[in-house]
């Protein structure tokens, strides 16, 4: 059976930090991609970072680079964002999910279940 499960979300303020754990299990891990999204209320999922297991590869979307890092520690099959400078408009239900690499949330067929992040201002 495939499972995410993320953890690290939490309060912080403007500015502050946050880092970001995926568990991954159920599957070859460097057959897929690992993608972070994030949902605000009333707004669709969107995109912040994808990294393909297997090579290494990042992307990141536009309003979190500079900001925010993807890594994975392959040997436990975890997958990490760490968010620096946060901000109120980085508030949302932050995801993980396996796919193939890229931003869209329909790439990707197996999610977690989210963990809040709030960031106040």
């Known amino acids: 059976e495939v499972q995410l499960v993320e953890s690290g979300g939490g309060l912080v303020q403007a500015g502050g930090s946050l880092s970001l754990s995926c568990a991954a299990s159920?599957?070859?891990?460097?057959?897929?991609?690992i993608g972070w999204f994030r949902q605000a209320p009333g707004k669709e999922r969107e995109g912040v970072s994808c990294l393909s297991s297997h090579d290494g590869n990042t992307v990141y979307a536009d309003s979190v680079k500079g900001r925010f890092t993807i890594s994975s520690d392959n040997a436990k099959n975890m997958v990490y964002l760490q968010m620096n400078s946060l901000k109120p408009e980085d508030t949302a239900v932050y995801y993980c999910a396996a796919g193939s690499y890229g931003l869209k949330p329909d790439q990707f067929g197996a999610w977690g279940q989210g963990t809040q992040v709030t960031v106040s201002s």
């Open positions: 159920g599957f070859t891990f460097g057959d897929y991609a």
